[in-house]
């Protein structure tokens, strides 16, 4: 695509989230989410019949066709607001899973459970993460998949299964393989539809004072003796490890730019805050020395952040994922802190009113504080980096 064409896209987009979707943020905020299921849809039809459904995803498949570099401003757009991935069918978790089916689907698995979700017409989860075990080490888990007749039998306990609920289809990370010497071959995804009987949903996790809908929740769900036929296997088996990194890749180019998204939303409120709140007659909010400090700070860090991001996004395309490794972890824990940093700032500024729900600040403050531990906690990716720095200082004799 010419520098042109994704200005145009661009602005566009710009225009659709600013003039059709801000308007529905307030009843997003303080109406149960089934209540705005008509008007979400009306939206949805709306971004189709402008030709800018799924971005991701290649034309053939009802997309956009863009690189993973020019989807990344596409995210930052729509991450301005909580909806705008959902009403362009690009959110969490279902994104990754139109990647690793479109990746690694045969053609009936495409057919049942990727077309379907490329439409829009079904939602879907991703159930990797066990309670008992470390997610920061994805190697060690308990659930496992046995072959039984033409079937897996899957037993094992999850939770922060993100979306279950409203789900058509989980995919699920079990082992296999368990005698395998290499730890990273011993799991597979399988995918499980649901309800599949087995498939258990126990609850939505309250987290940070929120069930969740069917719109964002995320679930503990036990496999007891679920049984699904072996070809819903994705990929081949004891590859679910390597499947996993593969959708994590890009999938943390999606959510660094999707928070840069909500940084530049939670900018905006606070320079349009500080420039209107006066703390005595006529002198305005903005005056003060470390207000401004704040607003300066942040830029840097949002502009430093924007362009780390695409920078990777573009090895990405250039290199595939696995070669830039340490840069995926590099933007993926550097873009959370500055998120944080911002909405803390932005949440300062406005004082009480930062903390009620009249402004997305408190929304984004609770949902947010998790980037710094999904996907990889900041530990985690931190280490990836250092090792991979001090390698280059090692001694070789
Ligand atoms: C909002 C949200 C949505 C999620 N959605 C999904 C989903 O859809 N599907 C799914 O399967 N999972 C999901 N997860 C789970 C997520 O991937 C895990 O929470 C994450 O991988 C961390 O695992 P853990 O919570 O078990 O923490 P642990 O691995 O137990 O780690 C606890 C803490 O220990 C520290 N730590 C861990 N390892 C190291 C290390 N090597 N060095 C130093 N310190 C370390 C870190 O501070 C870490 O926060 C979600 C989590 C959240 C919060």
Redesign the pocket.
């Given at each position: 695509m010419t520098d042109h064409h994704s200005e145009e896209l661009l602005d566009r987009i710009k225009e659709f989230v600013h003039t059709h979707v801000y308007p529905l943020e307030p009843d997003f905020l303080h109406r149960p989410f089934r209540e705005l299921i008509p008007a979400l849809n009306a939206k949805r039809d709306e971004v189709k019949r402008m030709g800018l459904w799924a971005p991701h995803l290649p034309k053939e498949h009802g997309g956009l066709g863009l690189a993973l570099s020019e989807f990344a401003l596409v995210s930052e757009e729509l991450g301005r607001t909580p909806i705008g991935h959902y009403l362009f069918n690009c959110q969490?978790?279902d994104i990754g899973n139109m990647e690793i089916l479109l990746t690694h689907g045969t053609p009936e698995q495409k057919q049942t459970y990727f077309e379907p979700l490329a439409r829009g017409d079904v939602r879907s989860?991703?159930?990797?993460?066990?309670?008992e075990?470390?997610?920061?080490?994805?190697t060690w888990m308990s659930t496992t998949a046995v072959k039984d007749g033409d079937d897996y039998v899957i037993n094992g306990h999850?939770?922060?299964?993100?979306?279950a609920e409203g789900a058509s289809f989980a995919i699920v990370?079990a082992i296999t393989n368990p005698e395998a010497s290499n730890r990273y071959k011993r799991a597979s995804q399988i995918i499980v539809p649901i309800p599949t009987p087995g498939f258990q949903l126990i609850r939505n996790i309250s987290?940070m004072g929120d069930e969740g809908s069917d719109y964002a929740s995320?679930a503990e769900v036990r496999y007891e003796n679920c049984r699904v036929p072996q070809s819903n296997l994705l990929g081949q088996e004891g590859e679910g490890f390597t499947i996993a990194q593969e959708r994590l890749g890009p999938g943390r180019i999606h959510h660094c730019m999707r928070w840069i998204g909500i940084c530049e939303r939670a900018f905006d409120l606070m320079c349009s805050y500080a420039s209107r709140r006066e703390l005595s007659p006529g002198v305005l909010l903005g005056s003060r020395q470390n207000v401004q400090e704040w607003i300066a700070e942040s830029r840097a860090e949002i502009n430093a952040a924007r362009l780390l991001v695409l920078q990777t996004a573009r090895a990405i395309d250039r290199q595939g994922a696995p070669a830039v490794r340490k840069d995926i972890s590099l933007i993926k824990f550097f873009v959370a802190g500055i998120l944080q940093k911002v909405l803390d700032r932005a949440i300062q500024v406005h004082g009480a009113l930062g903390l009620t729900d009249a402004t997305l600040l408190s929304y984004w403050y609770r949902?947010e504080r998790?980037a710094?531990?999904?996907?990889?906690?900041?530990?985690?990716h931190?280490?990836v980096v250092a090792r991979s720095e001090l390698k280059k200082y090692e001694q070789h004799d």
């Open positions: 969490a978790p989860c991703f159930s990797m993460t066990e309670p075990h470390p997610g920061s080490n994805p999850k939770w922060f299964t993100s979306s990370m987290v995320h949902h998790a710094r531990i999904y996907d990889g906690p900041d530990e985690v931190k280490t």
